[in-house]
């Protein structure tokens, strides 16, 4: 005798795990976000599991799965946001004040993240004043480089031109 298919939690969580990875591709999901996304979606999908029987355990496991994932996304989002105003602080900071050479510290209590801000050189346009600098951080254990330009504007705020 044959007997029909039936899918399994696991089965059901893996491919809404894998639902929620794909989401993820392509994304401009920070590396906070796009973990908090998928292990929300692990832990939702297990407890929405967990607190089910018989067919309702399917239902509740996808329904975990979904909300985890959400959860865990905005979750991760926040934190992602919270280092690039640790790091945006310093930078304002390191525009207006320091000078050549001196670098610029923050660092992000919660997350662990951190870098530091270093004006390169200042000089001047037709249009005012601007500074080059060197942005270093390490967030979520990979350490980024970054070197830009920024220009005062007409109302005194230093705007990062590339």
Not at 114 to 142: L, N, S
């Amino acid at each position: 005798m044959i007997r029909p298919l039936r899918p399994t939690v696991g089965a059901t969580a893996l491919v809404l795990s894998a639902w929620a990875l794909s989401a993820c591709a392509g994304s401009d999901y920070g590396p906070k976000q796009t973990v908090g996304t998928l292990a929300g979606a692990g832990l939702g999908g297990l407890a929405g599991a967990t607190l089910f029987d018989g067919n309702a355990r399917i239902a509740g496991a996808a329904a975990g799965t979904l909300l985890g994932a959400w959860l865990g996304h905005e979750a991760g989002k926040s934190l992602d946001r919270a280092d690039a105003i640790y790091a945006s602080r310093a930078q304002a900071q390191a525009l207006e004040y320091a000078p050549a050479g001196a670098a610029t510290p923050w660092r992000n209590p919660d997350t662990g993240s951190y870098g530091t801000v270093t004006p390169v050189q200042t000089y001047e346009t037709a249009d005012g004043y601007c500074r080059e600098f060197q942005h270093k951080a390490k967030i979520g254990g990979r350490t980024e480089q970054v070197y830009g330009t920024a220009c005062r504007s007409a109302d005194g705020q230093w705007q990062v031109i590339n």
